[in-house]
């Protein structure tokens, strides 16, 4: 089984994978760009089973915003609603204004459903 799947969409790289951190675990969700000639990641999702958050540039400076479980039990379909719904604001937030303006918004979000199924089959059933 991969242990990380790779979606290019709009201009951007997905990496679906599961991590285990610490003592938390669950799908997570990495953005990559290309910022300069060099790959940055630029936004991140952690959908983990404890301690869900995202991250504004998390090579930079890692802007981290938790999710609550009780408000947001789904954290899954939450992340990839603002992934389909939101990229480019996102990135706007993030710092990267130039890339935001080049990305392809409607091709990342008839890529959802393939996101969906990495992380489907990624996760431990």
Same mark, same amino acid.
């Given at each position: 089984?991969?242990?990380?799947?790779?979606?290019?969409?709009?201009?951007?790289?997905?990496?679906?994978?599961?991590?285990?951190?610490?003592?938390?675990?669950?799908?997570?969700?990495?953005?990559?760009?290309?910022?300069?000639?060099?790959?940055?990641?630029?936004?991140?999702?952690?959908?983990?089973?404890?301690?869900?958050?995202?991250?504004?540039?998390?090579?930079?400076? $890692?802007? %981290?915003? =938790?999710?609550?479980?009780?408000? *947001? /039990?789904?954290?899954?379909?939450?992340?990839?609603?603002?992934?389909?719904?939101?990229?480019?604001?996102?990135?706007?937030?993030?710092?990267?204004?130039?890339?935001?303006?080049?990305?392809?918004?409607?091709?990342?979000?008839?890529?959802? $459903?393939? %996101?969906? =199924?990495?992380?489907?089959?990624? *996760? /431990?059933?």
């Amino acid at each position: 089984m991969a242990h990380e799947i790779s979606i290019q969409a709009g201009g951007l790289n997905f990496i679906i994978e599961y991590r285990n951190f610490g003592k938390d675990r669950g799908p997570a969700i990495r953005v990559y760009a290309d910022i300069k000639n060099q790959t940055t990641q630029v936004l991140r999702f952690d959908c983990f089973e404890n301690d869900p958050h995202y991250h504004y540039d998390p090579d930079g400076k $890692n802007e %981290m915003h =938790h999710l609550s479980l009780k408000d *947001t /039990p789904d954290t899954v379909a939450w992340s990839l609603e603002q992934i389909r719904s939101r990229t480019v604001e996102m990135l706007q937030k993030a710092g990267y204004n130039e890339k935001a303006d080049q990305i392809n918004s409607e091709e990342i979000a008839n890529s959802i $459903n393939a %996101m969906a =199924h990495a992380i489907s089959s990624l *996760t /431990p059933h």
